[in-house]
């Protein structure tokens, strides 16, 4: 039996919130990966693990906030937590391995297409494996065009994103990376949420609650709890670039530069007119000693 999907259950709200939450985390972590190309080698991992944090977890509540507007009509839905967490551990050390070869790689066509390929391998990964995490009398089937599709909009888009972190400057810049990344992160889940068939199997007698035949947490029962470990990672990105003025427009803080008198050089004497009848007298001695003993033996 074919289940009827319904991924818009509560119209653009949960798109819109999914869309933001992308969006703030994209901020915040390629903001992190700009300012560590201009930190020492002994900061930037520190950078570069604090804005894989923020896009992991940005892109993971994305995925969770927008399921919940995911709903089956004929059966209820639950979610497996270990599954569910694992989606999150992926996604963070996926796209901590893309930012990572970017940020010390530099902006290079390797590096990029590299980076920008695992990153978005990483997004499809999570979103897949939270698929997996789903429990409800069902099976499901993915249309393969459409998989494959949604792996390519993450993938070209997470390059893109990485290419404008590391190559363009100022506020307006960063925001349309941002703006990129979650839109990739947006249309990617979308895309493959557009590709599931639902199969329904129901048990011929139906109990009255098919909660107790369903194992796992409800999404609203969920929420709350999944929502405050990447909470927290967007809060602590949100306060350390707060802090550092330069993660801001992704310029390097410029440091006082240290006096020399090589800064101000000692002026030069005027010179004076060949007419000047006093330019004689200002010779140096030995000379004007030379020309007097001259003139006299003569």
């Known amino acids: 039996m074919q289940g009827t999907v319904d991924g ?3 119209g653009l709200v949960t798109p819109v ?4 939450m992308a969006a703030l985390g994209a901020a915040l972590g390629l903001r992190c990966t700009t300012r560590s190309l201009h930190a020492t080698r002994s900061c930037r991992v520190g950078w570069l693990a604090l804005g894989s944090l923020s896009i992991g977890s940005g892109v993971w509540t994305m995925h969770f906030v927008a399921m919940t507007g995911f709903t089956v009509q004929e059966t209820p839905i639950s979610y497996d937590k270990p ?3 694992a989606g999150l551990a992926v996604a963070v050390v996926m796209i901590g391995i893309g930012i990572f070869i970017v940020g010390y ?3 290079t066509r390797m590096a990029l ?6 990153t978005g391998l990483g997004i499809a990964s999570m979103h897949y494996l939270g698929m997996a995490g789903m429990r409800m009398a069902a099976r499901f089937a993915y249309d393969t065009p459409l998989v494959v599709l949604s792996v390519l909009i993450a993938g070209c888009a997470a390059t893109g994103a990485l290419w404008a972190a590391v190559t363009l400057r100022g506020a307006l810049s960063g925001l349309g990376a941002s703006v ?5 992160v947006t249309g990617m889940h979308y895309t493959g949420m557009a590709a599931l068939d639902v199969h329904l199997h ?3 007698t139906l109990p009255s609650d098919l909660s107790a035949v369903l194992p796992g947490d409800r999404p609203a ?9 990447p909470g927290c990672f967007l809060l602590l990105a949100a306060v350390v670039l707060l802090f550092d003025p330069g993660a801001v427009t992704g310029e390097p803080g410029k440091a006082p530069r240290p006096r020399d008198h090589r800064d101000h050089p000692v002026p030069q004497a005027r010179r004076r007119p060949r007419n000047d009848p006093h330019a004689r007298d200002r010779r140096p001695r030995s000379t004007a000693r030379e020309g007097a003993r001259r003139a006299r033996y003569r």
């Not at 919130?17 to 933001?20: Q, T």
């Not at 297409?113 to 695992?118: E, F």
């Open 8 to 10: 818009f259950t509560y």
């Open 17 to 20: 919130a999914a869309f933001l």
């Open 83 to 85: 599954l569910t967490f």
């Open 105 to 107: 790689r530099g902006a």
């Open 113 to 118: 297409i590299t980076g920008g390929t695992i």
């Open 180 to 184: 990129l990344m979650a839109v990739a």
């Open 202 to 204: 129901l048990p011929p």
């Open 221 to 229: 029962e969920m929420i709350g709890p999944m929502l405050v470990g």
